[in-house]
Structure formats: C-alpha cells, structure tokens
C-alpha cells in the first residue's frame, strides 16, 4: 500500500518567514507533485520532479521553490511567506510513466 | 493552455438517487481520466478511471463515461448514500507524454438523508 505523509498537517507562520513543507513517500516512486488546493479553484500544480535532483515548474510557480535531494523526499518551499500563500498544500507521488497518483493528507499553511 | 472544465460546482441529491458529474478537457492528446473522492479532512483518493481505448467503465455503484470526440466524460453514482458526500475531483493527462494532470475545480456532493 503506497503511503505519502507530509511533515505538518497545520501550520501557522507569519508574513515574510521561510517555510518548508515536506513530503515523503515510501513506494520508490520517481515522480513527485505539490499543489495548491483553494475552494473553486481545485487542484493547481506547483511544481513536479521527475527525479533526485530533477524539478520542473507547474502552473503557479510564483513564491516557491523545491528541493528534491532524496528520492523519497520533496520539499516545497516559501522562500518569503506571504498571506496569498493561505492553502491547502497536497503532495503526490507516481511511478514514472504511470497513471495513478497517490496523495499524502495535506498541509493547511496560514499566513498571518 | 490545457483545461479541464467540471460541472456543477455544487450538487445536493436525495438519499438513493443518482448523481451525475460532468468533465469537459481540452487537450486532445489526453488519454487517462481518473476521478478523485476527496472527504472532509482527508486527502483524494483514485475512486474510477478511465482510459480512452474505452467508452465507459462501471464498478458497483460507480461508473464514468467517455466521449472523445466530445472530449467530454462524466462520474455516475446510483444509489447515492450519505457517506458518498464529499467532494468529486476529475482529471486529464496523457501520462506518456508528460508529467502533467490537470484537475477540474471539483464539485462538493451532498447526500441528504
């Protein structure tokens, strides 16, 4: 059973603070996503990795980056938080060239 | 760019009735369509999918229905039950030719009793 589990299930920063989110799956899988999840708006691709060491930017790049150092773990970061940065952030992981994405349980970040 | 448009954004339905979610892509190269379930709290989960060699797919209470010359596809549940409430998110991707799904904006389902 594919297991992905984010580091904090809520968060609460203040603007302006380095954030990081972290993501760690257990399946070996290579690819690996963070999203944003707003009402009405679904799901938005941050970025993805298709490998260690390997990032591609998504649809809303603006405001982070990632660092993929392991295979098993991808990390999404706030370099300057900011309070449009309030979500709800999603990680998931895929084998390459698979269809099937599995999601850890989400982070909801607040930005005061 | 690529979009995948999801109607209605709300539904409420009668204990026992059916539901019906409605998807619309707009890259022609997709060819993976998967449905989420996301309940309150949780994280999504794959409930069906669909791949386009494949005009529908049935499981129990679930089914989902593809037409590609359309580019439309729609989640069906019959017997709706309150445990179904939550909310509903469709996708599109061509998993051989990139990295990238495009989800719908999800439709929260209500199941009154």
């Known amino acids: 059973d594919v297991k992905v589990t984010q580091s904090s299930r809520y968060l609460v920063k203040r603007t302006g603070e380095k954030v990081f989110l972290e993501c760690v799956q257990d399946?070996?899988?290579?690819?690996m996503f963070w999203y944003r999840q707003d009402p009405g708006l679904g799901l938005r691709l941050i970025y993805f990795?298709?490998?260690?060491?390997?990032?591609e930017k998504g649809d809303i790049p603006e405001g982070y980056s990632v660092s993929r150092e392991k295979k098993e773990r991808f990390s999404l970061i706030l370099e300057s938080a900011s309070t449009n940065q309030t979500s709800m952030y999603l990680c998931?992981?895929?084998?390459?060239?698979?269809?099937?994405?599995?999601f850890g349980p989400g982070t909801r970040l607040t930005v005061l | 760019g690529e979009n995948v448009e999801q109607h209605p954004s709300t539904l409420s339905v009668q204990e026992g009735d059916s539901a019906v979610i409605k998807c619309t892509y707009s890259?022609?190269?997709?060819?993976?369509f998967p449905w989420y379930k996301q309940e309150l709290g949780k994280r999504p989960q794959l409930i069906i999918d669909?791949?386009?060699?494949?005009g529908e797919k049935k499981d129990q209470r679930i089914a989902v229905t593809l037409n590609k010359t359309a580019k439309h596809f729609s989640l069906h549940i019959t017997e709706t039950q309150p445990e179904d409430s939550a909310v509903y998110f469709c996708?599109?991707?061509?998993?051989?030719?990139?990295?990238?799904?495009?989800f719908g904006a999800g439709t929260r389902l209500f199941v009154k009793a």
């Open positions: 998931a992981s895929r084998m390459d060239r698979e269809d099937t994405q599995y």
């Open positions: 399946m070996d899988h290579e690819n």
């Open positions: 990795s298709y490998d260690v060491k390997m990032k």
């Open positions: 890259d022609s190269a997709s060819n993976y």
């Open positions: 669909i791949r386009s060699n494949v």
């Open positions: 996708a599109a991707s061509n998993p051989a030719g990139g990295f990238k799904t495009i």
